[in-house]
């Protein structure tokens, strides 16, 4: 498996991971220490947006170049 794969699981996995975040608004992950900064500036429901197309921006990059290497785009 090449580096570029594995840095391509790692944005669909981190993607999912900040999709699953918004959709179910897992506590942990909104009183995280990093994301205190959009949570205490924008609201926890306009974070859950932000975090939700962050993640679906992570998703797509990664299949994107996963794509591209392959040819395909």
């Known amino acids: 498996m090449g580096m570029h794969y594995l840095i391509q699981a790692i944005f ?3 993607g999912l ?3 699953l975040a918004a959709l179910f ?7 995280a220490h990093n ?10 429901q306009r974070a859950r947006l932000f975090y939700a197309i962050l993640g679906l921006l992570m ?9 591209n290497i392959q040819g395909i785009v």
């Open 12 to 14: 669909v996995l981190v």
């Open 17 to 19: 991971l900040s999709v």
């Open 59 to 67: 998703i797509a990059t990664g299949i994107y170049f996963f794509l």
């Open 35 to 44: 994301t205190q900064f959009i949570v205490s500036n924008a609201g926890r």
């Open 25 to 31: 608004n897992w506590e942990w992950f909104f009183t």
